[in-house]
């Protein structure tokens, strides 16, 4: 029997309902209050926010069950899925290097920034297809990611992070924030799923916590952290 909290977490209340609305909510903040002053960062960061803040809500709207939106062919929502799965992940690690790393490096932070988001991906493709538990019950896939993603994020910012300098304080304070961000998302997604697996269904209640935080709060927290001279 399904439990009162796995009915409200495939409510479309939930997604696309309440994360498309904090989205739009928080990408309208972003937009209407950044501030060009002029630099390199500020142009990528106009760009960045364009660019993830309308991917995370086409993602809501194109792969959610409950989405007016939802294609028909089961086959073109799996593989929308995987690739906002990528673009969610690479979003930070792109941002991450690019505010990090010294701006005459600019291109070749964002390359490294793709590289690193998508890793976590990469190294599960095996895996997923391989490994029984894993095909017998999904779950095992989401819990493995997420402990995967959220030991890449606690390495960059712990390890990474603090041996990047030249680029300020506030720039690289930003960075640590941003990926401390990712970390307890990352582990509040992984919380919930052992609780799930352990038969709780409580554990749908808590997996909406960070759901909020992937699709509705990050833009907005990430601006809210930014340098001042990028936000009014």
Excluded: C
Aim: net charge positive.
């Amino acid at each position: 029997m399904t439990s009162l909290w796995q009915r409200v977490y495939d409510s479309p209340w939930h997604v696309p309902g309440l994360v498309v609305a904090m989205s739009l909510a928080t990408l309208g903040y972003a937009w209407t209050k950044r501030r060009d002053d002029g630099s390199g960062l500020a142009r990528f960061f106009t760009g960045w926010l364009g660019l993830f803040g309308a991917a995370i809500v086409a993602d809501a709207m194109l792969t959610a069950p409950g989405s007016p939106l939802l294609p028909a062919d089961a086959g073109v929502v799996q593989w929308l899925s995987i690739a906002f799965i990528l673009l969610g992940d690479v979003r930070a690690y792109v941002l991450v290097a690019r505010v990090t790393w010294r701006d005459e490096d600019a291109s070749r932070a964002v390359a490294t920034g793709a590289l690193w988001g998508a890793l976590v991906s990469v190294l599960m493709a095996a895996p997923a297809r391989l490994v029984p538990a894993m095909q017998h019950n999904p779950r095992w896939i989401y819990l493995t990611y997420e402990l995967l993603a959220l030991a890449q994020a606690l390495v960059w910012r712990f390890a990474v992070l603090p041996r990047r300098g030249g680029v300020g304080a506030e720039r690289a304070r930003w960075g640590r924030d941003v990926m401390g961000f990712v970390a307890v998302q990352y582990g509040l997604w992984a919380l919930a799923d052992v609780v799930i697996l352990s038969g709780v269904g409580a554990g749908y209640g808590l997996r909406v916590v960070p759901n909020v935080l992937y699709y509705g709060a990050f833009v907005g927290y990430v601006f809210v952290r930014a340098p001042r001279s990028l936000r009014s």
